[in-house]
């Protein structure tokens, strides 16, 4: 089994600054992609940061300049650090984990998910 599990999250004031982070574990080979999404109510669930195993990072629009992702491959985590929160940014975060199972197959899997809460 894999478990994906993040922390972090919260409620914070606009211009404000919140860390996420999360770490997968179980049976995993190696891992490709870690990276975040995030989903706000009433709309589709959106890339905010991508890290790669070779270390190429990929942002959205909406988050550069204001988000770093960053990944620790020997642990097999992957942190958020979010700076400048805007109230646009309010959702639940997920961390989703592209990898290579022991078993030997790909798969992808998601944390539960942590809300970020940016009031005005």
């Known amino acids: 089994q894999v478990q994906v599990v993040e922390s972090g999250g919260g409620l914070v004031q606009a211009g404000g600054s919140l860390r996420l982070s999360c770490a997968a574990s179980?049976?995993?080979?190696?891992?490709?992609?870690m990276g975040w999404y995030r989903q706000a109510p009433e709309k589709q669930r959106e890339l905010v940061a991508l890290?790669?195993?070779?270390?190429?990072?990929t942002y959205a629009d909406s988050v550069k300049g204001r988000f770093a992702i960053s990944r620790d491959n020997a642990k097999n985590t992957v942190s958020l650090q979010m700076n400048s929160l805007k109230p646009e940014d309010t959702a639940v975060y997920y961390c989703?984990?592209?990898?290579?199972?022991?078993?030997?197959?790909?798969?992808?899997?998601w944390g539960q998910g942590t809300q970020v809460t940016v009031s005005s």
């Open positions: 179980g049976s995993i080979r190696s891992i490709y992609a």
């Open positions: 890290s790669s195993s070779t270390g190429i990072t």
């Open positions: 989703k984990a592209d990898l290579m199972r022991i078993a030997g197959y790909r798969s992808s899997y």
